[in-house]
């Protein structure tokens, strides 16, 4: 089975993107040193986190899958579940908001706080809506002509579709994980049930991808035997890669969502005995 495309390199260097790539960089890390400069602290790990993120935005864009996107669908796929399932939730454990929060002024730091209360941003944080905002672009950006669109426009895919999926992915995980000044964050049960159902279009697309006996976008048919693939076979393993790999991805996000739920019930639980025994003490010293 042939599915690395034939006469096309593994490197995809594109001058818009890495300059971008390059300009977060140097945001988040000037920020971190300015944090360092002032006296505070910031935790390694949350540094880590975004240098993954940026790390595995250059294999997404300038690396194969860049290079791949246009003649094979697995590649472009594959993009999707780089952004959507890793880069997002990299960059929302790297606490970029946060921050941002330390390197504003006193006047800075009020009107962020107001940004962050206001009901615009409440209703975005809340997990129904950015489910459904993940669920609405993973599927619809998988609709025949849209996806004919984006593999034949590159400026669609750059300027459209790759914002989105970012864009989406930030929404839906900013108040599932980690506590980046989120206003009101979701109960522990909320956070697993909301990761649990992002299984549902996941899976659903990648079945349907997969199962699907004829190819669904022309645009594929038309590119792929250029390039030495059969585009119902690439497409197949298109569909098996979503389904797979998502699969394994919200397993490990929902065990550790789990994990933090049992340490939310821990607290509860042992806030509980300490007012049990104080009762019980106040009770004693009555009699």
Known sequence: MQ???????????????????????????????????????????????????????????????????????????????????????????????????????????????????SKPVAIATTPWVGWV???????????????NLTIQDHDFMMFIERPLYLIAALVFYYPLMGNDLIAKRPDPSIRVFSLGLMMIPETVLGMVVHFAPVTLFDAYVEVAPIYGIDALTDQKFSGATMWATAMVIDGFMMMFAAFDWWKDQEKHTRKMEREERAEQVARDTHV
């Not at 986190?49 to 472009?76: E, K, M, Q, R």
């Not at 669920?135 to 996806?147: N, Q």
Request: charged share 10%; glycine share 10%; no cysteine.
């Open 133 to 147: 905002f993940f669920a609405s672009v993973l599927l619809g950006s998988h609709i025949g002509p849209v996806m």
């Open 3 to 117: 599915i690395i495309p034939q006469q096309l390199g593994w490197l995809e260097f594109d001058v818009w993107t890495a300059t971008n790539l390059l300009l977060l960089g140097l945001l988040y890390f000037v920020g971190v040193y300015r944090v360092h400069a002032a006296g505070q602290k910031w935790p390694i790990g949350r540094s880590i986190s975004f240098a993954l993120a940026l790390f595995l935005l250059v294999i997404a864009y300038l690396g194969p899958f860049g290079a791949w996107a246009h003649a094979a669908f697995w590649p472009h796929m594959s993009q999707h579940l780089i952004v959507m399932m890793l880069v997002g939730p990299f960059i929302v454990l790297s606490n970029p908001v946060w921050l941002l929060f330390l390197n504003l002024s006193g006047s800075g730091r009020r009107k962020l706080v107001r940004v962050l209360r």
